[in-house]
């Protein structure tokens, strides 16, 4: 068992934190960071880099390569430590729309009407979006996912955008964990979403001041948004320094882009200025063999979801020949509508099963790659996702000391190969103890799930 003195660090963690005005007046959430060693681990991991027993020491929120002085120790005895997990595509509004009848199984047309009606009838409102994104986030939290980027698509009229984007921004932070609030579009007008963009960016930074807190921006794809949009969202971002991030190839926007313009997805994309360094593409199902080397000789990189797309039967990713071609490929669970479940680990799991069938099979190392370093390298966020020198204090230890671990030769691969439903005892983020023993130690977990149940159960009356 993996054990050790941690409450004062969980304590530390409620305790120490609160809004703070920067000198241009923003406001972020500044958790405060903590020093904690983490000792005794029977592996460590990071990407790039061997798997070892290393310790580790975060100092200031930030890994070190020495402890703070009288640092709090994390004993991880029987544990496996990585670095925690990167969600890069995800839709937390979603989370209260799970498995609902006429979006299993179904066309993606179809299941976008299905969708679109059921946010109609329950109303997208900032209590609405905030009880869905708490859920979300605890759902990751527990599941090893310290940060989760939240491509937000839906912006009813009337709704004061920023609203909702603070809706979501401060359920994570009140959380523990780090948000990309993408500030997405779905056939809205260009200069109405560039401009809440632009506050967006104005009211956060590009990047927070403590890590975070991200705004990034996204059209939802070529399938929903015309050329406008992607212009005047690029034109924001390059004045902020945004990431920018759109989806492209799931089954409609395929065949929507090929009856309106006469194109595919990717070469509408390259045509709109979106083929770039610091664009990063979800999805890319049946990319073909020319779109993958137009996209590596572009250096977009990309976001697998098959938990998504696979389930959904919208298509697969091959990214193991994208990653043969040098082609950074991160991981996104996308939202509850399709997946019906924020596990990281499971949907890496399941892209490296899913490679069996691809002409190139991935590893669980690259698996694990895409789930930590590679989903941070596409959000511009080189930081996150590694336990190197100066990265972002933040890991998960899973304990392989029980019968799903018994009898497997290399611990690493046994994080996916091993024990499907797996989630870490503790999570770390900034050296703050965010999930002691495997429960979340910033709110209760059952008082999350109770709230975002009874909205939805007075507004379904």
């Known amino acids: 068992m993996c054990e050790g003195p941690l409450e004062a660090i969980w304590l530390e963690a409620v305790t120490d934190s609160g809004w703070r005005t920067a000198d241009n007046g923003s406001r972020w959430y500044g958790a405060s960071v903590a020093d904690l060693t983490i000792r005794g681990a029977a592996l460590t991991w990071t990407p790039g880099g061997e798997a070892n027993g290393r310790d580790l020491a975060i100092v200031d929120g930030v890994f070190a390569d020495q402890p703070a002085p009288e640092s709090p120790v994390l004993d991880v005895t029987g544990c496996a430590v990585i670095p925690g997990l990167v969600n890069a595509h995800h839709h937390l509004l979603q989370s209260a729309f799970r498995t609902l009848p006429g979006t299993r199984n179904v066309a993606m047309s179809e299941w976008l009407g299905v969708m679109a009606a059921a946010y109609r009838s329950v109303g997208v409102d900032p209590d609405l979006t905030r009880a869905a994104a708490r859920v979300g ?123 309106k313009y006469g194109a595919r997805p990717i070469g509408l994309l390259d045509r709109w200025g979106w083929l770039e360094p610091g664009v990063t593409v979800a999805h890319l199902c049946e990319i073909t063999e020319d779109e993958r080397a137009l996209v590596a000789e572009r250096g977009v990189a990309a976001t697998h979801a098959p938990g998504c797309d696979v389930a959904m039967g919208w298509g697969v990713a091959e990214v193991g020949e994208m990653l043969a071609l040098g082609i950074e490929v ?35 190392q690259q698996a694990l790659t895409m789930a ?39 611990p690493l691969a046994g994080l996916l190969w091993a024990d499907p439903g797996r989630k870490p005892r503790h999570v770390v983020v900034a050296g703050q103890g965010i999930v002691k023993d495997w429960e979340l130690t910033t709110e209760d977990a059952e008082d999350v799930a109770a709230i975002l149940t009874e909205l939805l159960a007075d507004r379904r009356s």
Do not use: C
């Open 137 to 259: 986030i605890v759902e990751g939290l527990l599941a090893g996912v310290t940060t989760v980027a939240d491509h937000h698509l839906t912006w009813p009229e009337g709704v004061d955008p920023l609203e909702l984007a603070d809706a979501t921004i401060s359920a994570a932070l009140e959380l523990g964990g780090r948000v990309v609030f993408v500030r997405g579009t779905a056939g809205d007008a260009a200069t109405p979403a560039a401009t809440s963009t632009a506050a967006m960016a104005q009211r956060w930074g590009a990047v927070s001041a403590d890590g975070m807190v991200q705004i990034a921006t996204g059209p939802a794809g070529v399938h929903s948004d015309e050329e406008a949009t992607f212009m005047e969202l690029g034109e924001v971002a390059a004045e902020f320094g945004l990431a920018r991030r759109t989806q492209a190839n799931e089954q409609v926007d395929v065949v929507r882009a090929a009856a």
């Open 372 to 410: 930590t370093a590679g989903s941070a390298s596409g959000l511009g966020r080189p930081e996150l996702g590694n336990l190197g020198l100066g990265s972002a204090g933040d890991l998960i230890a899973y304990d392989i000391t029980g019968p799903a671990d018994a009898g497997v030769n290399d």
């Open 330 to 364: 991160g991981l996104g669970t996308s939202g509850g509508g399709s997946n019906d479940a924020g596990h990281l680990l499971a949907d890496a799991r399941l892209a490296m099963q899913v490679s069996g069938l691809t002409k190139v099979a991935i590893t669980a």
